[in-house]
């Protein structure tokens, strides 16, 4: 029996869910506790979900369906790991005008960190990374030269292709919508305290 760890990079599952197609949008409701269960063998036992994410403080709205979206994750068992949003300067490649936006910061770093802590602590026999980022191949690596009985597998989120990171992985699936429809959140739910929560409406 293989204790499992989940390590998901809640904006490279964001973006697959909300830039390819609008019917995928519904399932940034999802309960990824369920998901995780969902890749466990029968033998194996889920030991930690870490969900990796950042608000987006600059928009009331999302930020409310951020902390939504988090307290459900965390009512089911889900920990969360916080970064930030920083903002920067681009220039245009069309006008040339230089323009201010966000960014993600911190993500890819997280995850490195708590994989390697995690696996120094031995909280886990294996660790799965839901991500298509190839930033984390070091960690890969590092993981593989300094915990060699430790397995690490990656799962792609939909949509994804991640190459390169699976090739450096023990083992990697891809999610598909026969695990998507039975991991999505019901629109009303009844949290492990007792109270109710609702699926936001951009979202149904």
């Known amino acids: 029996m293989a204790r499992v760890s989940f390590f998901i990079d809640g904006f490279n599952l964001y973006h697959a869910l909300n830039d ?7 399932f940034n ?14 033998q194996d036992s889920l030991s930690d979900v870490f969900y990796f994410t950042a608000l987006a403080t600059w928009d009331t709205d999302k930020v409310q369906r951020q902390k939504l979206f ?16 920083r903002s920067i300067f681009r220039r245009c490649h069309i006008c040339g005008k230089t323009y201010s936006t966000f ?11 708590k994989l390697l802590e995690q696996a120094h602590l031995n909280t886990y026999d294996n660790a799965v990374i839901l991500s298509g980022d190839s930033d ?6 590092t993981i593989k030269e300094y915990f060699p009985a430790k397995k690490i597998g990656v799962l792609i989120p939909f949509g994804g292709k991640a190459k390169l990171l699976s090739q ?4 990697h699936s891809k999610i598909g919508m026969k695990q998507l429809r039975p991991s999505r959140f019901p629109d009303k739910m009844t949290l492990t305290d007792g109270s109710q929560i609702y699926c936001p409406k951009p979202w149904k």
């Open 29 to 42: 409701w999802l309960n990824l506790r369920k998901l995780a269960e969902l890749y466990l063998r029968k």
């Open 20 to 26: 390819n197609n609008k019917h995928l949008r519904q």
């Open 168 to 171: 450096e992985s023990n083992f």
């Open 136 to 141: 984390q191949i070091p960690v890969l690596r």
């Open 70 to 85: 988090i307290r459900a994750q965390e009512s089911f068992g889900v920990k969360t790991v916080y970064g930030e949003f």
């Open 103 to 113: 960014e993600e910061k911190e993500t890819d770093v997280n995850i490195a960190i």
